[in-house]
């Protein structure tokens, strides 16, 4: 049982680059996340999935998109890159029916320059 | 929408002491409050949580005590050992605010080192 999995753990992108970043759960959860953590301001919500075939955007979703593919995954991608999206990423999954405990994955570190 | 404000930012305290970090929130609708562990290159990592209609919960050398009056709750751990090092968050959730999701606002985190 992985948990939460996250690929890759590491990124360079130049800006304008695009790339997405792949978030994966065995825990049969409904609901994912998307955050991003800069230092000085916690997590940020970027978009979640309540359950599969739904996205909703959270607090900072300009410049981001999402695909919850199947009840397992759900995707980011950055379309076009910029120096403000480095940051480190991290995807988490909950059961929604308890609508509590949220499980993080290990985080991929994402530089633009 | 929800604002969770937690302080301090860092925190150093010996090995053997108690060390105290404090939330406060802004959404009187917020019925969940968790506290996370984040360690070096790693995710957070859920250590305690508690409950709009339970004003103590402890687990071992940790705690949490929620007061819905003042909007505010604190993480307590006490005889404190170096692997208590890492960034604490806490965070606060609205049961309506994301659908069947559980959508929570984080605190900006709190560095507590451990010294011997």
């Known amino acids: 049982n992985a948990g939460v999995t996250q690929t890759p753990k590491f990124q360079v992108l130049k800006t304008g680059q695009s790339m997405t970043l792949q978030c994966a759960q065995d825990m049969n959860h409904n609901s994912m996340y998307w955050y991003r953590q800069d230092p000085g301001m916690g997590l940020r919500l970027i978009y979640y999935s309540a359950s599969e075939g739904t996205t909703d955007k959270g607090e900072v979703p300009n410049g981001y998109n999402v695909s919850r593919l199947n009840k397992r995954e759900f995707s980011l991608r950055l379309e076009s890159a910029a120096p403000s999206q480095t940051s480190v990423y991290f995807c988490a999954s909950s059961e929604f029916e308890k609508q509590e405990t949220q499980y993080f994955g290990p985080g991929t570190r994402l530089l633009v320059l | 929408g929800e604002n969770v404000e937690q302080h301090p930012s860092t925190l150093s305290v010996q090995e053997g002491d108690s060390a105290v970090i404090k939330c406060t929130y802004s959404?009187?609708?917020?019925?969940?409050f968790p506290w996370y562990k984040q360690e070096l290159g790693k995710g957070p990592q859920l250590i305690i949580d508690?409950?709009?209609?339970?004003g103590e919960k402890k687990d071992q050398r940790i705690a949490v005590t929620l007061n819905k009056t003042a909007k505010h709750f604190s993480l307590h751990i006490t005889e404190t050992q170096p692997e208590d090092s890492a960034v604490y968050f806490c965070a606060a959730s609205n049961p309506s605010a994301g659908g069947t999701a559980s959508k929570l606002t984080f605190g900006t985190g709190t560095r507590l080192q451990v010294t011997l």
């Open positions: 508690i409950r709009s209609n339970v």
């Open positions: 959404d009187s609708a917020s019925n969940y």
